[in-house]
């Protein structure tokens, strides 16, 4: 038996937290969310996630200048860290290749979230 | 004349034919005494060209010939004699097309003693036109270059400013966005969940998610009509109606609809208002719009505590709304009503919204002739208040019970 993969969802937003969790764990994933930047280090260390979905606007430290914080974290150095957004798209790229992050994943874009995540993540059943 | 230099942005485009100073003229024939004469009579006159049928001859420069005949035996020698005969005979002359900077420096290459001397200008077909004072050609073109260098600065100043509205607007495009898309997206997940829990005829989250999709698209069309308001406002379409209302109506929609906002916040919404079925005129919508706004920040910024919306009608419109929220900085309340400033930097702040609501307030208020105030203490709360003129129809209703 396997371990499920697990995602962790960084978001300030509740409405934004529920939704991912339901569409992910649909996927066969496992989920945990966290609603602050803060204490999102000890989070992730705690918790070495296969994949982070880091959203972007949050209070007092965005997750793009987060996501910058998280990779000079050696342990983190397999930890994929998508943002996840609702910001334009032209944009995203822009942090992503700023900030280091492995990509990004438009929070509209339903279909192909669960595409990349199945295909970062493998599929399951 | 000064007008067509100042429009010329080129000295090199500047044509001296737009600098003549004066264009009269005397024949070459004309007796040195009577040039004399006239130089003494007339001081200002400094120049005069030697001109037969409309052809330039040569030049009588006061100072030289004055001086030539103030030296010993000057004038009787030279009296009679025609004006050639002291002139100077090889002037400088010019096309009325050449430009300022190009006249200049031909003038300049002069010897020393002719730098000053005017210059006759020419015609396409050689004809004179007339003199140039090269005294003023230098004054011009000081004149010139300071003034293209105001205008370089202006010009300048004016680059910086279009970048720096350039900016506002474009983090406010980044901005609004996100605030459009974010409740969106919310409502399209939760409507994917809604389907995929239906059809597995599990509903016991259908509540909560229906809950979410309306405070969600109750949030969506806030920002989406301040933003149309906004822009009806800024082309100047805003048109001011008069209706009869009940205050008490009114009134009862903004709390309904600040209910939805609400969501699960523990926060206590009431109304204070003394005749809540007192009718009034005027114009209901914007008095709504206005009175929403305030009434929807109180519930975004207060995480506990009671929201008070007050109204008061009579030859005056007083609302009111109170808060126990975050409050407001003093230092901050000055860019309080300014479009696309916000208080906190877009990427972290704290609460949704597109920052436009109280710049829209304000400017509603002030549209139907009204003012606004605040009154806010950091931490504790914030109390808004508007007062708009009114007009009480012939009520009617007073006959009744
Ligand atoms: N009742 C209030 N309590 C505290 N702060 C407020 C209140 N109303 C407005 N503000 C502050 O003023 C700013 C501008 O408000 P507004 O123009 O309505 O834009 P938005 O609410 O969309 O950000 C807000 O971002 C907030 O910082
Ligand atoms: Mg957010």
New interface residues.
Partial sequence: MTQPKTVLVID??E??L???R??IE?LGFRVETHNSPFRSTEKILDLKPDLVLLD???????G?RLCELLRSEPVLENTQIYLY????ED?LRQSVRRYQADGYIC??D?RGMRLKLQSLLGGST | MLKLITECHNLDNLPVRDLIDSSGSVSPETPISVLAERFFTEPELDALPLVRDGFPYGLAVRNKILTTLGTRFGFALYARKPISAIADMNPLLVHHDESLNGVLAQAMARDFRDIYDEILVVDEADKYVGLLSVKRLVIEQGNHLAQSIAQRRMALERAAEMQKMNDAKSSFMAHITHELRSPLHAIVGVIELVKMNFSQQKLDEFPKYINLLSTSSANLLAIINNILDLSKIEVGRMDVYSEDFVLGDLLQEVLETCQVLLGDKPLTIELDCAQPQILLSGDRGKVRQILLNLASNAVKYTDRGNITIAAEGGSQLKLSVKDTGIGIRTEDLANLFVAFNQLEDAKTRRYNGSGLGLTITAQLVQLLGGNISVDSTFGIGSRFDVQLPCRQPSQPEENFP
């Fill in positions: 300030d937003d409405r934004h529920l939704t991912a339901g569409l649909a972007v606007n949050m209070p007092a430290l965005a793009d957004s609702s910001n334009d944009i929070k509209g339903i």
